[in-house]
């Protein structure tokens, strides 16, 4: 499979997760259709309808093949996500989609915290990529499984903080809701929470 290819393949499967439109007012985002919000599109210009504003009317106008496009040029080439381990991008893409640069701060922070030196800003510069690789080159799964480790922490942070987003770490019924289950995606089976260990986690909720 050649690089385009499988970036491309991951946009796909990021637009498959993000699911259709939504406009749900407890989301910061907005206006929401295949992970592309309503911010996103006035930031890019993408007038859909033609009526000269961009408006929650034009994020329903959105295309799946619009939405794979936009991750592809301004969520993964832009971002210098590309020139990351491999092994990584799938999921430091996935997470930028979902927090922008958070993600990257999500990646520098759990660097720092392996010994390497760099600055948190959300950039990917030389900096980053250079420990990044030297991080990925010492044990692959590891970096991998940690990151994916770092998104669910910072998930469960955020819903710490923020009353109206827990319900995006839980479903109605108590359970792992989509960010949690998202974040675990991307990390290997054995690291999984277990649903004990999850109510444990979020028993402080109500």
């Not at 007038?47 to 993964?76: P, T």
């Amino acid at each position: 499979m050649t690089a385009s290819i499988r970036v491309r393949q991951i946009a796909e499967d990021i637009v498959a997760r993000e699911g259709g439109y939504v406009n749900d007012p407890d989301d910061p985002g907005g206006a929401t259709k295949y992970g592309v919000t309503v911010h996103t599109m006035r930031r890019l210009g993408l007038d859909l309808d033609g009526n000269g504003a961009v408006d929650a009317s034009d994020v329903r106008h959105l295309s799946r093949a619009q939405a794979v496009e936009i991750f592809m040029q301004h969520y993964f080439l832009r971002p210098r996500i590309a020139e990351l381990p491999e092994g990584l991008q799938a999921s430091v893409f996935d997470m930028y989609v979902n927090a922008g640069s958070n993600a990257v701060k999500i990646l520098q922070q759990l660097l720092v915290d392996m010994g390497e030196t760099l600055d948190v800003d959300g950039a990917i510069g030389p900096l980053t990529i250079a420990a990044t690789a030297r991080a990925f080159a010492r044990n692959p799964a590891l970096t991998i499984d940690a990151y994916g480790i770092a998104r669910r922490n910072y998930y469960f942070r955020l819903a710490d903080q923020r009353p109206a987003s827990r319900k995006y770490a839980r479903t109605r019924a108590g359970g792992k809701g989509g960010w949690i289950k998202r974040a675990e995606e991307f990390i290997s089976p054995r690291f999984h929470m277990t649903e004990a260990q999850f109510r444990a986690r979020v028993s402080a909720w109500g």
